[in-house]
Structures are given as C-alpha cells and as structure tokens.
C-alpha cells in the first residue's frame, strides 16, 4: 500500500521522475540561498525579486511562445537588472535598499502582468505565474541543474564572506572593503535561482521553494552548515510530497509542494526543538 501511494507513480511516468529530479536539484540551489536571505535579514527582499523576473518572462513569452528556456534566460536579465538598479539607487540617495527594492518590483510586476495579458492568454497568464512543474522538458532540466551547479559552486567560493557579512557586515567591510561586491554576487545568486524555480513554480510560487525550507530549518539547527542540511531536506520532502499529493488527487503540482513546504513550517513552528512555541511555553 505505501510502495502502491508513494513510488509507484514515479515508475510508471517519466514526466514525474523528471518533476522529482527538477525538486532536488531546485532543492540544492534554491534552499541555502534562502538560508542567507533569512540570517541576513532579506526575506522580503527575496519577494520583491521573485517578482521582478516577471517583465523578462513576459518578453521571452511574446518572442519565442512557451518556452521555458527563453522565458528563463528573459527572467535572468530582468531580475538581475531590477537588483543592480535597486542597488545603485539606495547607495546613491537616502532611499534603503528594500524600498528601493519595492518600487522597481512593483513597476517589474505591473509591467510583465500587462505584457502578457495584451498577447496572451488567461491560461498563459497562470502558467507563468503557477507554473507546471509537471511539463519540465530535458531542456528546462538541463538549465534547472546548471543554475543549481553555478549556484553552489559561487556559494562555495565565497560561503566564508557571505556568512561573515550575515553577522558582523561592519567588520567585513572595515577588513576587506569589499562587502559590497560580494553582496552584489549575492544578489545574482538570488536572482538566477528565481529563474531557476520559475522554470518549475512560476514567478509567484518560486519564493517559496526558496524561503519555507530556510525558515522551516531555522527551528531545527543553530549552525550555518546544518541550517543548509535541514533546508535542502525539507525543500526535498516538500517537492516528493508535492508531486505524490498532485498525481493521486488532482491538485496542481505548484501550489501542491508549496503548501507541503507550509504545513511543514506550521508543524515546526509549534513542536521544533529550538524557539518553538513548544519550547517557550515548557
């Protein structure tokens, strides 16, 4: 009965081996960012760029149709142009970075919204929104794993000041003077795994790949690399979950592993072992 519920459906369709491939890997690239965004303090931040991505997919849309790696690469330089532009303006005015961040994602999101509704279709509107994890080809995979492998890669060169930066950011720059450069990486690193889980959730569900697990993990560990660990194994269980829950009763696969990630949160926040409301209240 269990080997019936949970594998099963994974033998018998290659569209849901390659959907469970595509959570693991988003999984990988998408949860220790989310990790940094939540120990620097971003999370809202992270919105306003999962939004920004919006304008570059509605205009790969309009060029090339549904095509996940044109809409993709499209979302890569509106996100990344949206965060260098947010960038420059809080350090040029007396405007803070997460206003800054609001005011261009609210324009990014407006824009893209009207772009795809004056071309296309209502069903076309709530694929790039929700997504279809489900209708990933080999190509929006390969894409999928090499963010995910750029991602790690970048993460692993720089895991030292990024973590540094989360924690003391006035003794990283008084050291090294380059705290801005690596926050700038960083802010390519967020955007490109936006794009990454967009491919797969679309634009309004790929925060959540990236945040729920992160925070999620925050009630289970208190170091950095084990904060990682539990994030990349709750992003794994929510995406098989998903996808199990979506196959046996019919629910869209998006929004499916991303109330799995939530419910996951909801169970943590009450029973966790660390700050939890079990342990305030014991």
């Known amino acids: ?80 142009l949206v965060a260098l532009l947010a960038s420059f303006i809080s350090r040029q005015t007396v405007l803070k970075e997460d206003a800054s961040f609001v005011g261009f994602y609210l324009i990014a999101l407006a824009l893209g919204a009207i772009l795809v509704s004056t071309k296309g279709k209502n069903i076309d509107l709530m694929h790039i929104l929700f997504g279809s994890i ?32 989360c924690f003391d950011p006035i003794f990283m720059t008084s050291i090294s003077g380059r705290g801005s450069l690596y926050h700038l990486i960083f802010m390519g690193l967020v955007v490109l795994n936006m794009v990454s889980a967009f491919q797969a959730l679309g ?35 929510s995406g098989f979950l998903g996808l199990i829950f979506s196959y046996h009763y019919s629910w869209p696969s998006g929004p499916a592993i991303i109330l799995v990630a939530g419910v996951l949160y909801l169970i943590t926040v009450i029973v966790g072992p660390y700050g939890s409301l079990r342990c305030r209240h014991t």
């Open 203 to 237: 634009t309004l569900m790929a925060l959540g790949m990236m945040m729920l697990p992160a925070i999620t993990a925050r009630f289970w560990a208190r170091e950095v690399w084990s904060l990682y660990l539990i994030a990349i194994l709750f992003a794994i269980l």
């Open 134 to 165: 489900l209708a990933v080809d080999k190509a929006s995979l390969i894409l999928i794993a090499s963010i995910t492998s750029v991602s790690v890669l970048v993460m692993a060169l720089i895991f030292r000041p990024l973590v540094l930066e």
């Open 1 to 80: 009965m269990m080997y019936d519920f949970f594998i099963e459906p994974f033998n018998h369709y290659a569209f849901l081996r390659r959907a469970l491939v595509a959570c693991i890997a988003l999984s990988l690239g998408c949860a220790p960012v989310g990790v940094l965004l939540v120990l620097r303090r971003m999370s809202l931040m992270g919105d306003a760029l999962s939004h920004s991505v919006l304008p570059g997919v509605a205009l790969g849309y309009l060029l090339m149709g549904l095509s996940l790696p044109a809409m993709g690469i499209g979302g890569m330089l509106s996100g990344l």
